[in-house]
């Protein structure tokens, strides 16, 4: 586990499922947390607690992180309260599970707003700070689905596709700031889109169950803590494929 102390770390869609657990981890790292949220504060303020009652730093912000402006005001409140954007975890999702002939337009602009638009707007706020430092950590939380097919549509492809080009692109012209770029692409994690009926059973899994949130959060530490790795996507799949 990497040393974060004194680091401020930035997780989207923290207040449930794998950003929770990738907050927790963060700060049992020693990072202060910001806990960013669009609708599920009460669960945001929870999370914030329970890193206060062990003795840590955090904070929960409602924003809706695919429009620039919310982005912007965002960052600028993290930096009054807690300090510049060290560590920046792009883990804001929607999975609206759609077939190729109840597909919308809507769905999709949807879709690519939250998944990929979002980590676009989020990284641009954070990465001049981080250069001027000399040093910033960014991870974008992608899916199995970039590189598969995937359950829940075509739309939700394009978007985890799009973040791990996102990915590669940044890490290429970052690299010399001190500044590493990767990603984290789970397949079948235990969370709410899996148990409402995404997949109805492990047994395709060679593995043989469905991957936690903290097997994910795990991941999320690791590159973290490796700066000599950047560029990079890391799966985790059970054994269901392999880079």
Known sequence: ????????????????????????????????????YRERAKEAREVVDAIRSKGGRAMAIGADVSR??????????????LGPVDVLVNNAGLALIRG?????????????AVNLKSAFLCTQAVVPGMRARKWGRIVNISSGAAR??????????????????LTRGYAARLVKDGIT????APSLIETDM??????????????????????????????????????????????????
């Open 148 to 165: 598969g097919a995937g359950g829940v549509g075509v739309h939700y492809n394009a978007s985890k596709a799009g973040m791990e080009g």
């Open 194 to 243: 899996v148990r409402s009926g995404l997949a109805s059973a492990a047994n395709r899994i060679p593995l043989g169950r469905f991957g936690t949130v903290e097997e994910c959060a795990q991941a999320v530490l690791m590159v973290i803590g490796n700066a000599y790795m950047t560029g990079q996507t890391v799966p985790l799949s059970g054994g269901m494929s392999f880079n």
């Open 1 to 36: 586990m990497p040393l974060l102390t004194g680091r401020i770390a930035l997780v989207t869609g923290g207040s449930r499922g794998i950003g929770r657990a990738v907050v927790m981890a963060l700060a049992d790292a020693g990072a202060a947390v910001v806990v960013n």
């Open 100 to 112: 190729v002939d109840d597909l919308t337009e809507d769905d999709f602009d949807r879709t690519i």
């Open 68 to 81: 620039s402006a919310e982005v912007s005001a965002m960052v600028a409140a993290v930096e009054r309260e």
């Open 181 to 184: 770029v990767n990603a984290v």
